[in-house]
């Protein structure tokens, strides 16, 4: 059943919706179960706000166990902190936390009416889960996507082996959500060739019922986050590599210089390295353009296993 909670927020946001484009807005679909994929840093965070803020029920597959149990380590932590700052009761902690089903099987999927993807920035492994869910989940649900850089409509080509065949293909869209979920407001929504209007009003309304403001973006390389983003973080690294300044000068003046929290290494620690550089080498593959080129310490970093905050070192120790 969908709660009256979200009832409230799907009405709500389809109104608000008008204001983030003029194309007519079709009615968005309910969300009763939501699907997500990958437990890691942003899969957990995604899973945890739906349930806290719409309060719905969300399967959590993830193919390690171990990431699992580390993703439901921090959920219950930040859970217990909300308690111990009074923004919610441990009733209502207990009500979210029993709202998350974990799984190892993406089977489990086959009742979700939204699902949300959020395994490493790899573009064969993406490929490959779509071309699962298509089998997978019911014939209306949404197969949505956090990639940080892969094309969507390279996405939703994966779903249907018949390219005129739309009835898949036009289900799938990005939600790509900001790093830290719980935190974070932005979402980005991105369509490919082949996304319905439909399927943007639900993604756009369940994005909203969670708390976020969604902005859009064209289906090119990084989209406007990462496009904007990333060349900022690899240029900081070729400013260490080459001796320009230190580790601490370039952040402190990052930091201090432009009112951001954290300065540009130590935001590539807290991203992950790796996907830095997944995301890079997208950019720099699909446009060509040597702009984009990853820095050579950039590559250095993930061959010695240094991935930021996640693996315990990166620019800095953890
Ligand atoms: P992560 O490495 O923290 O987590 C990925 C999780 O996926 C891991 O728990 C892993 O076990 C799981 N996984 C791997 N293969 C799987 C499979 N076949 N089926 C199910 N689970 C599988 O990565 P992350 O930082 O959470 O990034 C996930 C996605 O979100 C990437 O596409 C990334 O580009 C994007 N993203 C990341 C950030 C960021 O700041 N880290 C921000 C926005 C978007």
Same mark, same amino acid.
């Given at each position: 059943?969908?709660?009256?909670?979200?009832?409230?927020?799907?009405?709500?946001?389809?109104?608000?919706?008008?204001?983030? &484009?003029? /194309?007519?807005? /079709?009615? $968005?679909? #309910?969300?009763?179960?939501?699907?997500?994929?990958?437990?890691?840093?942003?899969?957990?965070? @995604?899973?945890?706000?739906?349930?806290?803020?719409?309060?719905?029920?969300?399967?959590?597959?993830?193919?390690?166990?171990?990431? %699992?149990?580390?993703?439901?380590?921090?959920?219950?932590?930040?859970?217990?902190?909300?308690?111990?700052?009074?923004?919610?009761?441990? #009733?209502?902690?207990?009500? @979210?936390?029993?709202?998350?089903?974990?799984?190892?099987?993406?089977?489990?999927?086959?009742?979700?009416?939204?699902?949300?993807?959020?395994?490493?920035?790899?573009?064969?492994?993406?490929?490959?889960?779509?071309?699962?869910? $298509?089998?997978?989940?019911?014939?209306?649900?949404?197969? *949505?996507?956090?990639?940080?850089?892969?094309?969507?409509?390279? @996405?939703? *080509?994966?779903?249907?082996?018949?390219?005129?065949?739309?009835?898949?293909?036009?289900?799938?869209?990005?939600?790509?959500?900001? +790093? =830290?979920?719980?935190?974070?407001?932005? !979402?980005?929504?991105?369509?490919?060739?082949?996304?319905?209007?439909?399927? !943007?009003?639900?993604?756009? $309304?369940?994005?909203? *019922?969670?708390?976020? %403001?969604?902005?859009?973006?064209?289906?090119?390389?990084?989209?406007?986050? +990462?496009?904007?983003?990333? =060349?900022? %973080?690899?240029?900081? @690294?070729?400013?260490?590599?080459?001796?320009?300044? &230190?580790?601490?000068?370039?952040? /402190?003046?990052?930091? +201090?210089?432009?009112?951001?929290?954290?300065?540009?290494?130590?935001?590539?620690?807290?991203?992950?390295?790796?996907?830095?550089? $997944?995301?890079?080498? !997208?950019?720099?593959?699909?446009?060509?353009?040597?702009?984009?080129?990853?820095?050579?310490?950039?590559?250095?970093? !993930?061959?010695?296993?240094?991935?930021?905050?996640?693996?315990?070192?990166?620019?800095?120790?953890?």
């Amino acid at each position: 059943m969908i709660t009256p909670i979200l009832r409230r927020q799907l009405l709500r946001s389809a109104r608000q919706t008008r204001c983030f &484009s003029s /194309a007519p807005i /079709a009615a $968005a679909q #309910e969300i009763k179960r939501l699907g997500v994929i990958g437990a890691g840093q942003m899969g957990l965070g @995604i899973a945890l706000v739906a349930a806290q803020k719409v309060g719905v029920p969300v399967t959590l597959v993830d193919t390690n166990q171990a990431s %699992i149990n580390k993703g439901l380590k921090f959920a219950d932590k930040l859970l217990a902190k909300d308690v111990s700052k009074e923004r919610i009761t441990q #009733e209502q902690s207990d009500k @979210i936390r029993s709202l998350l089903a974990p799984t190892t099987s993406m089977d489990s999927l086959a009742d979700v009416d939204f699902v949300i993807e959020a395994v490493p920035e790899i573009p064969s492994l993406k490929f490959s889960i779509f071309e699962s869910l $298509a089998q997978i989940c019911p014939p209306h649900a949404i197969l *949505a996507t956090n990639t940080s850089s892969i094309s969507i409509t390279r @996405i939703a *080509a994966t779903t249907t082996k018949d390219p005129t065949d739309t009835s898949t293909s036009s289900r799938v869209i990005s939600t790509h959500f900001m +790093n =830290p979920v719980p935190i974070q407001k932005g !979402v980005e929504i991105i369509t490919g060739l082949q996304t319905s209007q439909e399927t !943007v009003d639900t993604a756009i $309304a369940f994005c909203k *019922a969670m708390g976020k %403001i969604p902005s859009q973006s064209a289906d090119s390389p990084g989209f406007l986050a +990462n496009r904007i983003l990333m =060349p900022y %973080i690899n240029e900081a @690294i070729i400013c260490l590599e080459t001796g320009v300044g &230190s580790r601490d000068d370039i952040d /402190a003046i990052m930091k +201090n210089g432009t009112n951001v929290p954290m300065g540009p290494l130590q935001l590539a620690d807290f991203i992950g390295i790796d996907t830095c550089l $997944a995301i890079m080498k !997208v950019l720099y593959e699909e446009t060509g353009d040597s702009k984009y080129r990853p820095s050579v310490l950039l590559r250095k970093m !993930v061959d010695a296993g240094w991935l930021g905050k996640k693996s315990g070192k990166g620019f800095y120790d953890y």
